[in-house]
């Protein structure tokens, strides 16, 4: 085990689970060996708080975004800085890589999502649609299908084919912090209005809510075969 020094804003493992990589209140990100909790590297290039981090589906490349309202590609075991993606105009709140890791999508409290091909460095399109900040993304398993929330209390579909929306889902009473695909394409949905909401967004419906927490509800993640959810608050 081992202590970080402020405030962990954000938490990405690669995808075999050996390295982690850690935001606190700095500027700063720590690429830790998850069995012995050394740091290995520490990357320095942001110029305001980190907010988010995101590893590609081959664990190579570390995405991480920020107050700074910048995105930054890092090869994370040398340390070096791939680029830097501008183009959002307020604090970059969340990433995903779709799973051949040629797109990364972004959200930010520019009310927008933005997708790019991050190794030509280049902003392919932005999605528009949401009135308040974006401060969560989940990628379907099929990978057409991308769900984003924020400040305005919806959930919104989008069909990234076609780079248009869907649709929205409403019924938090609150700001919606986390979401999460299930391996079987349900989505979870958490929010301060203390509970969690599970969607089919095929039908765009909702099949059921969790009640339980006495807060706010920060996080939800599926295990990986879809069968149980974990949420915190």
């Given at each position: 085990?081992?202590?970080?020094?402020?405030?962990?804003?954000?938490?990405?493992?690669?995808?075999?689970?050996s390295?982690?990589?850690?935001?606190?209140?700095?500027?700063?990100?720590?690429?830790r060996?998850?069995?012995?909790?050394?740091?290995?590297?520490?990357?320095?290039?942001?110029?305001?708080?980190?907010?988010?981090?995101?590893?590609?589906?081959?664990?190579?490349?570390?995405a991480?975004?920020?107050?700074?309202?910048?995105?930054?590609?890092w090869?994370?075991?040398?340390?070096?800085?791939?680029?830097t993606?501008?183009?959002?105009?307020?604090?970059?709140?969340a990433?995903?890589?779709?799973?051949?890791?040629?797109?990364?999508?972004?959200?930010?409290?520019?009310?927008?999502?933005?997708?790019?091909?991050?190794?030509?460095?280049?902003?392919?399109?932005v999605l528009?649609?949401?009135?308040?900040?974006?401060?969560?993304?989940?990628?379907?398993?099929?990978?057409?299908?991308?769900?984003?929330?924020?400040?305005?209390?919806?959930?919104?579909?989008?069909?990234?084919?076609?780079?248009?929306?869907?649709?929205?889902?409403?019924?938090?009473?609150?700001?919606?912090?986390?979401?999460?695909?299930?391996?079987?394409?349900?989505?979870?949905s958490?929010?301060?209005?203390?509970?969690?909401?599970?969607?089919?967004p095929?039908?765009?419906a909702?099949?059921?809510?969790?009640?339980?927490?006495?807060?706010?509800?920060?996080?939800?993640?599926?295990?990986?075969?879809?069968g149980a959810?974990?949420?915190?608050?």
């Amino acid at each position: 085990s081992w202590s970080a020094r402020g405030q962990v804003r954000a938490l990405a493992y690669t995808p075999e689970g050996s390295v982690l990589a850690v935001t606190t209140s700095d500027t700063t990100v720590h690429i830790r060996d998850t069995k012995v909790g050394d740091i290995i590297k520490v990357l320095h290039g942001h110029t305001a708080p980190v907010i988010c981090l995101a590893f590609s589906s081959d664990g190579r490349t570390l995405a991480s975004g920020g107050e700074d309202k910048s995105i930054k590609l890092w090869d994370w075991t040398t340390g070096d800085e791939h680029r830097t993606l501008v183009g959002h105009t307020d604090a970059v709140q969340a990433l995903v890589f779709n799973e051949d890791g040629s797109r990364l999508f972004s959200a930010s409290d520019d009310k927008t999502i933005r997708i790019w091909d991050h190794r030509a460095g280049k902003e392919l399109s932005v999605l528009n649609g949401h009135e308040g900040s974006v401060l969560a993304l989940a990628l379907a398993p099929n990978g057409e299908t991308l769900a984003s929330s924020g400040t305005d209390q919806l959930i919104k579909i989008w069909d990234l084919a076609k780079e248009i929306e869907i649709g929205s889902l409403k019924g938090h009473e609150g700001t919606v912090h986390a979401l999460a695909f299930s391996s079987n394409n349900l989505l979870a949905s958490a929010s301060e209005d203390w509970t969690v909401k599970i969607w089919d967004p095929a039908a765009m419906a909702l099949q059921r809510t969790l009640e339980g927490h006495t807060g706010e509800v920060l996080a939800v993640a599926f295990t990986p075969k879809g069968g149980a959810l974990v949420s915190g608050a």
